[in-house]
C-alpha cells in the first residue's frame, strides 16, 4: 500500500477509500486480491477501526470491493453482464443544460395514482408542481411531481424552480439521505403535455420518466413524471461498475 501525502480537509474514511480506489483502477490490486486489514489500516492511516469500516463500506457501496466473512475483504471482479445508466435531472444525454420554468405550484387532494404511488390515504394533502423545461427556447420536457404537504413549511419559488425534484422531497421532508428510483419506458402523451410541448400529430410519442425518492427502507416520499420530446433525449449505459473518483 503506496504512502500518500494526507490532505487535512479531506475525511480519514474519504482518504482511505480514495486511496484503495486508486490502487484498484491503476491495477496495483486487482479483481480477486485481498485488501490491507482493518488493523494494518487503522495503524496506516492512525484511524479507529470505524473510520476504517466507514471508508471500506464506501468501497463496498460503489462496487470495489466485496466481503468474506471470516477472510475478509477483496477486490471485486466487474461484472459485465450489468450496466450503469446515469441519469441527471434537467441534462440531455449529450450534456446540454435545460431551462426549467415553473407552470403550476398548488396544493390538492391525492387522486386514486398519487394516492397509491406515495402510500398515503385518498384525499391526503399533496403537493402538485409542474414544469417545463427548455432547450434554445423550445419545450422539450414536462414534468407534474408530488410531494408531501406540511402546513407551516413554504416552498421558495426559486428553489422549485432550479433544484432537482429529489432535493426539494429531502428539504420538505427533512430527510439527509434519500434515493432514487427512475423508471423509463415509452408512452402516448397525454392532451396537457402535447400542448405544454407543441407536439405534432394526433398521439405523439414521448419518452416517459417515472420517478421515485425513497427513504432507505424504501418508503415512498415524493413521485411524478416526466414526458420528454423523444428526438431530444439520449441515454447511454456502460458496464463498468466503478465511479469516477470520490
Known amino acids: 500500500m503506496a504512502t500518500r501525502v494526507k490532505r487535512s480537509f479531506v475525511p480519514a474514511y474519504y482518504q482511505i477509500a480514495e486511496d484503495l480506489s486508486e490502487d484498484i483502477e491503476s491495477g496495483r490490486l486487482a479483481p480477486g486480491d485481498g485488501i490491507p486489514s482493518e488493523a494494518q489500516l487503522c495503524e496506516h492511516y492512525g484511524v479507529s477501526r470505524m473510520t476504517v469500516r466507514q471508508g471500506l463500506g464506501v468501497l463496498a457501496d460503489a462496487g470495489y470491493i466485496e466481503s468474506v466473512p471470516g477472510r475478509g475483504s477483496f477486490v471485486a471482479r466487474p461484472h459485465l453482464d450489468t450496466i450503469s445508466l446515469e441519469f441527471r435531472e434537467g441534462v440531455l444525454g449529450n450534456g446540454k443544460k435545460l431551462e426549467p420554468r415553473l407552470c403550476g405550484l398548488e396544493v390538492i387532494s391525492a387522486g386514486a395514482e398519487v394516492a397509491e404511488k406515495l402510500g398515503v390515504a385518498l384525499g391526503a394533502k399533496m403537493v402538485e408542481l409542474r414544469r417545463v423545461s427548455y432547450l434554445d427556447g423550445r419545450p422539450v420536457a414536462h414534468e407534474c411531481k408530488y410531494l408531501p404537504y406540511h402546513r407551516g413549511r413554504p416552498l421558495v419559488e426559486r428553489e422549485i424552480k432550479y ?33 405544454a410541448l407543441s407536439l405534432p400529430g394526433p398521439r405523439p410519442v414521448v419518452l416517459v420518466l417515472e420517478q421515485s425518492v425513497l427513504t432507505q427502507d424504501d418508503r415512498v416520499l415524493g413521485w411524478g413524471r416526466t414526458h420528454c420530446a423523444a428526438e431530444h433525449y439520449d441515454l447511454t449505459a456502460e458496464s463498468n461498475p466503478f465511479w469516477e473518483g470520490l
Not at 425534484?165 to 428539504?171: H, R, S
Open 163 to 195: 433544484s432537482a425534484f429529489p432535493e426539494l422531497v429531502a428539504q420538505v421532508c427533512e430527510r439527509n439521505r434519500v434515493k432514487v428510483r427512475v423508471n423509463i419506458s415509452a408512452g402516448i402523451a397525454p392532451m396537457d403535455v402535447v400542448q
